[in-house]
Antibody, heavy 117, light 112 residues
Framework: EVQLVQSGAEVKKPGESLRISCYGS????????ISWVRQMPGKGLEWMGR????????NYSPSFQGHVTISADKSISTAYLQWSGLKASDTAMYYC??????????WGKGTTVTVSS | QTVVTQEPSLTVSPGGTVTLTCASS?????????PNWFQQKPGQAPTSLIY???KKHPRTPARFSGSLLGDKAALTLSGVQPEDEAEYYC????????????FGTGTKVTVL
């Protein structure tokens, strides 16, 4: 079964660093892109950026460029989303999703990130 | 800034038919945008229903269908079931490196 398994919920303080993960199983990890999607409380879906795990090529939405970093370790079939200085406005659910470029077919269950002093 | 617009909310009776649309601020939506449609129920992750305008996954119920309607992408639910009550999002592919993907604003479908 194809799955994306995301890391657990996080509670952090403003200014702290954080890395969340997305582990792909049941398929060849390097054959699909991984995108990260944000959903703020009660709001819609926002595409943040993507990575090609085979060569770590990344694209970022201008809205997130410079504030997050997307990376991947293909040896362990895992993609990451990280922040170096969290803000309260980063409080949201974050999803990873695999796609072949045009079909975003499998999603992780999401990681809740809460940033509060 | 590119905006993809959907109806905020639609109401349909059980067994009825409803069509959701997905419009781009850049102009007509064509098959080259490879429209995707997702369903999200409260507290759950989105699930993919339709990709490349009208293609279905094996798990997609037959009552869901995708198409182009005028200058928009469309998702039609025929023979609506109570369990179809959910939020629906479209996704358009713009290509390029700057902002290749944009989600729609979402449509809340109520079955009443």
């Amino acid at each position: 079964e194809v799955q994306l398994v995301q890391s657990g919920a996080e509670v952090k303080k403003p200014g702290e660093s954080l890395r969340i993960s997305c582990y792909g199983s049941g398929y060849t990890f390097t054959s699909y892109w991984i995108s990260w999607v944000r959903q703020m409380p009660g709001k819609g879906l926002e595409w943040m950026g993507r990575i090609n795990p085979s060569d770590s090529y990344t694209n970022y939405s201008p809205s997130f460029q410079g504030h997050v970093t997307i990376s991947a370790d293909k040896s362990i079939s895992t993609a990451y989303l990280q922040w170096s200085g969290l803000k309260a406005s980063d409080t949201a659910m974050y999803y990873c999703a695999r796609h072949d470029g045009v079909d975003m077919d499998v999603w992780g269950k999401g990681t809740t990130v809460t940033v509060s002093s | 800034q590119t905006v993809v617009t959907q109806e905020p909310s639609l109401t349909v009776s059980p067994g009825g038919t409803v069509t959701l649309t997905c419009a781009s601020s850049t102009g007509a939506v064509t098959s080259g945008f490879y429209p995707n449609w997702f369903q999200q129920k409260p507290g759950q992750a989105p699930t993919s229903l339709i990709y490349s305008t009208s293609k279905k996954h094996p798990r997609t119920p037959a009552r869901f269908s995708g198409s182009l309607l005028g200058d928009k992408a469309a998702l039609t639910l025929s023979g609506v079931q109570p369990e179809d009550e959910a939020e629906y999002y479209c996704l358009l592919y713009y290509g390029g490196a700057l902002l290749p993907y944009v989600f729609g604003t979402g449509t809340k479908v109520t079955v009443l």
